[in-house]
């Protein structure tokens, strides 16, 4: 019986290191997705007054909700999907992603400094340029 292999079995372009990475960059990004959801439906009434833009938020986190059943990610794709579940055009749909993305960055600062989203408040996230 043969206990050694030779070293042409071996696996040169593996990383472990890069595996293990990816790994906890993986799990760091779920985490960011599963509290930035429950930021948004715990604050989304506030954020948003009007009926047509609330349907159209809703929407948008529905996609991340089912990120992982979408084959197409591209923009266009997206908006027609969006467009298609609101009955809303693309100009409206611009301007309420213009607003979540204004709060995303906010809420994606307070995840990379403190490890969580305080998800009961809006807090002070808008970001004025």
């Known amino acids: 019986m043969k206990t050694h292999d030779k070293e042409d079995v071996l696996d040169w372009d593996r990383s472990i290191q890069t595996e293990i990475q990816q790994k906890d960059t993986s799990q760091a990004y779920n985490e960011f997705v599963k509290q930035m959801l429950e930021y948004w439906d715990n604050n989304m009434n506030v954020i948003f007054r009007r009926h047509k833009d609330i349907r159209v938020a809703d929407a948008v986190l529905h996609i991340f909700r089912i990120k992982g059943n979408i084959e197409n990610f591209n923009k ?28 995303q960055k906010g809420i994606y600062k307070e995840f990379q400094l403190n490890g969580y989203i305080d998800t009961k408040t809006t807090g002070s996230f808008v970001i004025h340029n």
């Open 76 to 103: 266009k794709a997206l908006y027609i999907l969006i467009r298609e579940m609101t009955q809303s055009n693309t100009q409206h749909i611009t301007r309420v992603i213009n607003v979540m993305k204004k709060y």
